[in-house]
């Protein structure tokens, strides 16, 4: 089958039909999926069929790992890479993080280096919602309105994780390092606070921001299909999981997630 790409909505994203990615392909197709990945910030790959070693292999065209901090205690065993986003149990015991995305986020971005991208591959689903929103943070900064654009010029944020208690300051404004483009890095699951700024000021302008950044003309919310692997641009995009089911015990969802590591942001 020809490898067709299709755009999945308006804000941002396109699935991948017609490539298996378990084996090795040649550098021209993974520049296409390179470059239709900068181009539509989330590719979905449909229909796979991956070892937790293929899927590895695979993320690995894309850069080095980035063993998440939590994964200690949430890797699948023998693979330290891969990070288990799971509602399983185990011995009366969670086998990955539950809920991995309770608010939009950005991955490790309390890290000096955030991520570049997480590829999620869905394993077992429910027979409903367990949806990801994912959200266009080019878009938001082009449509963000001139005030807050002056507000945020120049300014960092710090970023701090409560599970593995590790903070970082980057730029509310961040380019990406390959195609140029900017976009609005804060997200009200990591960012802290703002450099500089008062407690008072710096919840004002945040608040508005992400009023600003919840708008569905910027979202895309994938509802997953068996066989789906996600990879998210974790430079521009912020992401959510829906769990309105999580306290139903006939929900489950189980996923392996790999994390390719990012540089710096400016
Ligand atoms: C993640 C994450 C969202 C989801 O794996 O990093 O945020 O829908 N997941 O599980
Ligand atoms: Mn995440």
């Not at 796979?48 to 894309?62: A, G, V, W």
């Not at 990070?83 to 539950?98: A, C, P, Q, Y």
């Not at 699951?189 to 608040?207: C, F, P, R, V, Y």
Request: overall charge negative; charged content about 25%.
């Amino acid at each position: 089958m020809p490898l067709e790409i299709r755009s999945l909505s308006d804000a941002l994203g396109a699935e991948v039909i017609g490539l298996d990615v378990s084996h090795p392909f040649d550098d021209k197709i993974f520049a296409t999926i390179h470059q239709a990945h900068l181009e539509n910030l989330v590719l979905v790959f449909r229909g796979q069929n991956l070892t937790p070693q293929q899927q590895i292999e695979f993320s690995k065209r894309f850069g080095p790992l980035d063993a998440h901090p939590s994964q200690g205690n949430a890797h699948l065993e023998g693979y330290p890479d891969i990070l288990v986003i799971s509602t399983k149990t185990k011995d009366g015991k969670d086998v990955g993080i539950r809920n991995a995305g309770p608010m939009w986020h950005s991955d490790l971005a309390y890290r000096e280096r955030p991520a570049l991208g997480s590829m999620l591959y869905a394993l077992e689903l429910p027979d409903r919602r367990g949806n990801t929103g994912f959200a266009n943070m080019y878009k938001a900064y082009e449509a963000l309105p001139a005030h807050l654009k002056t507000a945020v010029e120049g300014k960092r944020a710090a970023f701090h994780s409560t599970r593995s208690d590790i903070d970082a300051l980057h730029p509310i404004i961040r380019t990406h390092p390959e195609t140029g483009w900017k976009s609005i890095f804060v997200n009200p699951q990591l960012t802290t606070g703002i450099e500089d700024m008062s407690e008072t000021e710096t919840e004002a302008l945040l608040t508005e921001i992400y009023a600003h950044c919840d708008q569905p003309q910027f979202h895309y919310w994938h509802e997953w299909q068996p066989g789906d692997l996600a990879f998210w641009d974790n430079r521009c995009v912020l992401h959510i999981a829906d769990h309105t089911r999580l306290d139903d015990p006939s929900y489950i969802r189980h996923m392996h997630r790999t994390t390719i590591a990012g540089d710096v942001p400016y």
